[in-house]
């Protein structure tokens, strides 16, 4: 199984080791592991200028070295934050290091006023709102070409407020379908983001009804992640998504070498016994 999604302290809001993440790794199960630390490219942004590529390379040399001969496979990863007010700073950073990782997220977190996407954006803007302005700029992040897979693709739904709750993708199938259409036609995967199944709202990002939708549209291409931000939550709920998406449809998830993915049976990982390497 394989969680492509990992934070390090290399990340302004983490401060778990790479060795921590990679131990907790092997103990749930995981057989590769993506490091992904932010790459926050905006100034006003809280982790502007935090990451640092070269001592991220170096230490993911040394977890390498720590790890070998171990059942994991350990990737240089990033999740680039992307915006389109941003998007010349994120070409020069995706330009001069992007050959430098096997796998590169891109996330978008920031609404179009600028703002991070968070409670106090729907006290803006509807609901209806928010979402259209994020697939437009989802549209925008796949078709640059810069990115294997994307972030947390509706990651709205996290921050709805309590009473609003009520999410029903459905409302947004329409414009959904472009969507698929911009990753189809550019070979970019997106990710099931299973950090919503602890906390807010309960739910994967995205959840089953899209990727039902995705398949339909003739998608096949998914990467898997927990997005975590502590060694805890390694490798959480990844079966379980793995037995979603094989529910809704899919057949494999992706694997990444060098910016290069190929698809692995569902099935092939899902036939080893949970806490195979613990
Ligand atoms: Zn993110
Ligand atoms: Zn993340």
């Known amino acids: 199984m394989f969680d492509y999604h990992v934070h390090t302290e290399f990340s302004v809001d983490c401060k778990t080791p790479m060795r921590d993440n990679c131990a907790a790794a092997l103990a749930a199960g995981i057989t590769e592991i993506a490091l992904t630390d932010h790459i926050d490219l905006r ?37 680039v934050d992307y915006h389109a ?8 950073f995706v330009e001069r290091y992007g050959r430098e990782y096997d796998f ?3 996330s978008v977190h920031y609404a179009s006023d600028g703002e991070l996407i968070y409670p106090s954006t729907f006290a803006r803007s509807t609901p209806d709102q928010v979402f259209a302005d994020h697939f437009r700029q989802l549209i925008r992040s796949i ?25 029903d993708p459905a409302r947004y199938r329409e414009q959904l379908f472009p969507v698929f259409d911009a990753l189809i036609a550019g070979g970019v995967a997106f990710e ?36 975590s931000h502590t060694a805890k939550t390694v490798g959480a709920s990844v079966r379980e998504t793995l037995e979603m998406l094989r529910l809704c449809g899919m057949e494999s998830v992706l694997s990444f070498r060098g910016r290069e993915g190929t698809p692995v049976p ?10 195979h390497g613990s």
Not at 85 to 92: H, K, L, Q
Not at 266 to 275: C, F, H, K, Q, T
């Open 43 to 79: 100034p006003s942004d809280p982790g502007y200028g935090y990451y640092r590529a070269e001592a991220y390379f170096e230490s993911l040399a040394s977890v390498r070295r720590t790890f070998a001969g171990e059942p994991l496979t350990i990737l240089a990863g990033a999740e």
């Open 104 to 106: 590169v997220i891109g």
């Open 85 to 92: 007010d941003t998007e010349p700073a994120v070409r020069e």
């Open 192 to 227: 099931i983001n299973t950090s919503g199944v602890r906390q807010a709202p309960k739910a994967s990002m995205p959840g089953p009804a899209i990727v039902r939708w995705y398949v339909e549209a003739g998608g096949t291409r998914i990467t898997t992640g927990t997005d």
């Open 266 to 275: 569902i099935d092939d990982l899902l036939s080893v016994a949970p806490g």
């Open 143 to 167: 078709e640059t070409g810069w990115f294997d897979t994307i972030g947390h693709m509706d990651i709205p739904k996290r921050y709805l407020p309590t009473k609003q709750r009520e999410y």
